[in-house]
């Protein structure tokens, strides 16, 4: 099992509608969670990070469920700059070491 | 604040040639850099974690040998990939920690642009 799943989609919506993505991470100890988004051929940016409260940046929603080991994304009336990849990272702790693990991101393409 | 470049952002080179990328926080002072490699369709993957004046810390899978880091100052990291293959063609992307995080504290990763190479 891979320690952070993503459903790769495509996911195809029109403008306006809103759409949810879902990760899930196999580490229970894990400490901080983020969602990035990724432009074709470009490096990764941060979107959000997601705390146990659950947070809100204006159209962005994220959410994060520990006792279920999920994390989601709400993005509300999407824009066609919305399309790119989002993906789901988890921070692991080991001992002192902390590294991001990434899922494989979630294709969004967001259609006039 | 918080920008990371690398250099150069495009590389070819012919198999068995090698190749160094540069990564420069350019605005703060970075103890700690990533360096990741990319596929296509693929995740990220961290090959390394680079300490400012010390060695780095590889990944399982990744050889330093063949991937040589050298993390001099507290504002560049950079990445030899020695005898270049075809099969060494991705995208490298280092990211630099802004932060120190503490013994459990969250800390965010800036990315740099991120270094195409493609080995003939």
């Known amino acids: 099992r891979k320690e952070v799943e993503q459903d790769p989609g495509p996911f195809n919506v029109p403008e306006g509608a809103t759409v949810a993505f879902n990760c899930t991470y196999s580490?229970?100890?894990?400490?901080?969670f983020f969602w990035y988004r990724q432009d074709c051929r470009k490096e990764p940016k941060l979107l959000m990070s997601?705390?146990?409260?659950?947070n809100e940046d204006g159209r962005f929603t994220a959410q994060l469920n520990r006792a279920s080991q999920y994390i989601s994304l709400l993005i509300r009336d999407s824009k066609l700059s919305d399309s790119a990849t989002y993906l789901c990272?988890?921070?692991?702790?080991?001992?002192?070491?902390?590294?991001?693990?990434w899922g494989l991101g979630t294709s969004l393409a967001v259609n006039p | 604040g918080a920008v990371v470049s690398q250099h150069p952002s495009r590389v070819i080179c012919k198999s068995g040639t090698s190749v160094k990328i540069e990564c420069r926080s350019l605005?703060?002072?970075?103890?700690?850099m990533f360096w990741y490699r990319q596929f296509p369709k693929q995740s990220l993957m961290l090959m390394a974690t680079?300490?400012?004046?010390?060695?780095?810390?590889?990944e399982q899978g990744v050889e330093k040998d063949k991937f040589l880091i050298n993390h001099a100052s507290l504002t560049l990291s950079t990445l030899t990939v020695t005898s270049a293959h075809p099969e060494d063609s991705s995208f490298y992307i280092c990211?630099?920690?802004?932060?120190?995080?503490?013994?459990?504290?969250?800390?965010?990763?800036?990315f740099g642009p991120g270094t195409r190479l493609t080995v003939t």
């Open positions: 990211s630099a920690r802004l932060g120190t995080g503490g013994t459990l504290g969250t800390y965010e990763q800036y």
């Open positions: 605005d703060f002072q970075a103890t700690t």
């Open positions: 680079s300490n400012e004046g010390s060695k780095a810390t590889y």
């Open positions: 580490n229970s100890a894990s400490q901080s």
């Open positions: 997601v705390y146990s409260s659950g």
């Open positions: 990272v988890v921070q692991s702790v080991a001992g002192n070491n902390r590294k991001l693990i």
